[in-house]
């Protein structure tokens, strides 16, 4: 009973911009001098800036000026207070929904899920910190959703597949976005580029490498395949293979 009251209020807040609010109850006492809407703001604003823990309870009352105890009333706890900045960062990616204008073929309506993904990624890099399994069920996740399916909905696939593809896509394409989210986080924590990184490490092809033991990767350094640095590569591969993932599902 307690999940399912805990799940439940959840929800409510998570659709708190999404449903018809009920008129306050006359004499019931001041007007509050928060919203939800606010705090989870606050909490987005903290972990952009600070990394993710910095978006405690604690630090989003101190910013907002209120106790800690006052916040609880607005997000009952910091699980929450987390599911609803997720959902909020999901929904910021700028996709069309129903009935409105969309750009070119059905490719690149998946560009723009692309593009759009890798700017809330690099707005909020905390979320590379944050579980996908189990994502809130909010208006952000739905929306994105709805956007792929509609967009592969276009193609001639069966149900079953039209969801299997705008799945595959989904995966795809936000843990790439993920990655590149950490590698961020991880240079901006280190102050050390990942080229630096790979540099003061350069001993381990003059000592440590065997060829007999590598020989495919003997051969692509051979051939000039390993020329472009890690962000370079990264992107080149993330391009390479979002293209063959269209191309099978366009063929399917």
């Not at 600070?50 to 000026?65: I, Y």
């Not at 700028?94 to 073929?105: A, K, S, W």
């Not at 890099?125 to 952000?140: D, H």
């Amino acid at each position: 009973m307690v999940a399912s009251v805990t799940v439940d209020r959840t929800l409510a807040l998570l659709w708190r911009n999404h449903r018809p609010l009920a008129p306050a109850a006359k004499g019931a006492g001041r007007r509050p001098s928060l919203d939800v809407n606010e705090v989870v703001a606050t909490g987005i604003r903290l972990a952009d800036s600070d990394g993710l823990t910095a978006a405690s309870m604690g630090n989003v009352a101190k910013e907002l000026g209120v106790g800690t105890m006052t916040l609880y009333t607005y997000a009952p706890s910091k699980d929450e207070l987390l599911e609803l900045m997720v959902d909020q960062a999901l929904g910021e990616r700028e996709l069309p929904g129903p009935g409105e204008p969309r750009p070119g073929d059905w490719r690149a309506q998946v560009q723009l899920y692309s593009d759009q993904t890798q700017l809330m990624f690099q707005r909020h890099p905390w979320l590379s910190q944050v579980s996908p399994i189990r994502p809130p069920a909010g208006p952000g996740l739905l929306a994105a959703r709805e956007y792929l399916l509609s967009v592969v909905s276009t193609l001639d696939l069966t149900p079953h597949d039209t969801n299997t593809a705008a799945l595959a896509i989904s995966t795809y394409v936000d843990s790439a976005a993920s990655l590149q989210a950490e590698s961020l986080l991880i240079e901006r924590a280190s102050g050390q580029s990942h080229d630096s990184w790979w540099i003061d490490r350069s001993d381990l092809w003059e000592t440590y490498f065997d060829v007999e033991r590598h020989p495919a990767m003997t051969a692509i350094w051979n051939a000039g395949g390993f020329t472009a640095g890690p962000n370079e590569v990264a992107a080149e591969s993330y391009r390479y293979g979002l293209d063959r993932l269209l191309d099978g599902i366009a063929g399917a």
